[in-house]
């Protein structure tokens, strides 16, 4: 298993993990339903490049037998917000528990460390999932707040937990 950024070529193979990872049973902890995530190839192809090629974005695929990990941070589009970035990571069922979500949140936070731009990542997840907010919290995420009942799901709430990763850049305040 590797783990790289992103080129426009793994569009489809990141299309094929998301839609697996949707049609699982029981569902995984995202609030996309199966039918909800529907992007033509070439949406994808510009986001990848898009994240890539801007300084508080980044796209990573871990490879194995095609794509079977993502990981994406979205970067802030206004001047206040662009040292923010929001990242979303998934990994193919069959390839949990052995390690790909770390190698990619560690390459994720090496890239936000060695940026000028990025001081914080954010993201959200549920409340419930023990194993995503392990791996976060390992990598230095904390956790800042629950948005109670922000989905639903089979007529179930859901409660998300807000987490983050404060990176100091010395002097870059100062400078804004
Ligand atoms: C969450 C996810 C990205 C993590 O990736 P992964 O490759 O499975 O994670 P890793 O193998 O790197 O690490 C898993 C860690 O969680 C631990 N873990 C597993 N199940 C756990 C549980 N129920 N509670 C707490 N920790 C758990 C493992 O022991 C391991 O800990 P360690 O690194 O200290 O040894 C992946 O499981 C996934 O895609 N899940 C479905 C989609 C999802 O939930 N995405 C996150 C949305 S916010």
Known sequence: MIVREASAADARGYIMLIKGILAEQPPVDTPYAPGEFNPVTSTIRDLIIEYNASPNGLFLVAEADGVVGAL?????????????????????TDYRDQ??????????VAWAQASSVVERVELEVFAGNARAIHVYEKFGFEREGVK?????????????????????????????
């Open 72 to 92: 994406s941070c979205r970067g802030g589009s206004l001047a206040a917000d662009a040292h923010t970035t929001d990242l979303g990571v998934y990994v193919a």
């Open 148 to 176: 109670q009942r922000k989905y639903y799901r089979g007529g179930v709430p859901i409660d998300m937990v807000m987490m983050a990763l404060l990176l100091d850049k010395p002097g870059k305040s100062q400078a804004r």
């Open 99 to 108: 390690g790909v979500g770390s190698t990619l949140l560690r390459h994720a």
